[in-house]
């Protein structure tokens, strides 16, 4: 018997529980499942519960749950080899200050949560970085804490967003249409690409299908920029930015692109009921 928890993806028993924590219900049917397909968007707590009583769910989502926000993300790069830019973590405001500065400016500050760049700052010069150090404190007086500083790396206005859907890759640049605006989001005004520098487009794939063979993830969205200093001197290495677990769908054709992709790398995971590698 296969149960679904997503509210759109059918199955033999399909339950719902969005905006609440899994029951005593939800545990029974959890281990009567063969399988259990999870929402994208699942609590850690209904997470948990079905890694711990199912052999086979999807998405495989360990490394969301246990290398949680942006420094958890950082500790996973760490931990799995992958290339990414200089960075250094904090646990406060008053950790940062307590020690020497670890990262040369300019560079960006990165807040331990958020998306689409609400929470990432550049600090070209002294002034840029206490505006940040600002924005940080601020955080702290609501209970938020954690943050980190990452070397700013040069690159022509663009990011490379490699889509992971069960077995499928879907990979498209994000080009910003002015050099003078940072970050490279679509809500910012930028512009898809499916077509530019297929090389590196493939290096980084690259990446994320050895990334994802090891991890197990399922579905995410990994976000990638080259530095154009090593460009320039012939070198090809893909930095990973960050892992989206929620990401836009603008790349993928729209909601309704989306879910036929998704439904179909359920079936094929289904036809299998196995974790299989690229």
Not at 3 to 25: M, T, V, W, Y
Not at 192 to 215: G, K
Request: aromatic share 10%; net charge neutral.
């Amino acid at each position: 018997m296969i149960l679904s928890f997503h509210p759109i993806i059918e199955a033999d028993e399909n339950r719902i529980c969005a905006g609440r924590d899994p029951g005593a219900d939800d545990l029974a049917a959890i281990r009567r499942a063969d399988a259990v397909i999870l929402p994208q968007g699942c609590r850690e707590s209904l997470y948990r519960m079905a890694r711990a009583n199912c052999a086979h769910i999807f998405p495989n989502l360990d490394v969301r749950f246990d290398y949680p926000g942006k420094r958890g993300q950082i500790r996973l790069f760490r931990e799995y080899g992958v290339a990414h830019p200089p960075t250094a973590l904090y646990d406060t405001l008053a950790d940062y200050h307590s020690r020497a500065p670890e990262i040369e400016l300019p560079a960006v500050v990165k807040l331990d949560w958020g998306g689409q760049g609400d929470t990432i700052f550049r600090a070209a010069d002294q002034h840029e970085m206490q505006a940040a150090l600002d924005r940080v404190r601020a955080c702290e007086r609501t209970g938020q804490t954690g943050f980190l500083v990452q070397a700013y790396v040069p690159t022509t206005q663009r990011a490379l967003r490699v889509t992971v859907i069960g077995l499928r890759l879907i990979s498209y640049w994000r080009i910003m249409p002015t050099e003078n605006r940072f970050g490279c989001s679509v809500a910012a005004g930028a512009r898809i690409d499916f077509e530019s520098d297929p090389a590196l487009t493939a290096a980084a794939q690259e990446v994320v299908i050895d990334f994802c063979n090891r991890s197990g993830l399922q579905l995410a969205g990994f976000d990638f920029i080259f530095d154009t200093h090593r460009l320039a001197d012939g070198r090809i290495e893909p930095l990973m930015l960050e892992i989206n677990y929620f990401f836009g769908r603008t790349g993928l054709g729209g909601s309704e692109a989306y879910y036929q992709i998704l439904t179909q790398a359920v079936g094929a995971w289904r036809s299998t009921l196995k974790l299989q590698k690229f």
